[in-house]
């Protein structure tokens, strides 16, 4: 849950994972949702957008990603402050979804979470069934 100031808990068992210092980047897809990376999850994260594009199209996705992300410390109680700006980005207040995805976590509005998800259950079950 987050509360009207963009403050939310953030799952201890991501913090222990992810370390101190998170980084918060709008999604890349434009499904309005937040990237959590920790510091070497970023580093990784501009490394391959470095070995994917090359000229203006890289400055123009670096530009784009660097000026909005944000790096934040949580608080002794594990929480953090999401920026007004990325809140709106990906239409957060109230109730949020926090999903683990291996080395990062997604942060997204539940009630679109749970849209996206039932919306795309057929398409994942088939590409689970090829990859099984």
């Not at 992300?69 to 207040?93: F, M, N, Q």
Request: glycine share 8%.
């Amino acid at each position: 849950m987050m509360d009207a100031r963009g403050r939310m808990s953030f799952p201890a068992q991501f913090l222990a994972k992810l370390g101190g210092t998170l980084y918060l980047t709008p999604d890349t897809e434009g499904l309005g949702y937040l990237i959590v990376n920790s510091e070497d999850g970023y580093d990784a994260f501009l490394d391959d957008l470095n070995t994917k594009f090359q000229g203006n199209r890289l400055r123009q996705i670096l530009r784009h990603c660097c000026s909005a992300t944000v790096s934040l410390e949580p608080d002794k109680l594990g929480r953090i402050t999401i920026p007004e700006d990325l809140c709106k980005h990906a239409k957060l207040s109230g109730k949020v979804a926090i999903i683990g995805i291996g080395d990062y976590a997604e942060i997204w509005d539940e009630e679109r979470f749970l849209k996206d998800d039932e919306e795309k259950a057929e398409s994942t079950n088939e590409l689970m069934a090829e990859v099984i």
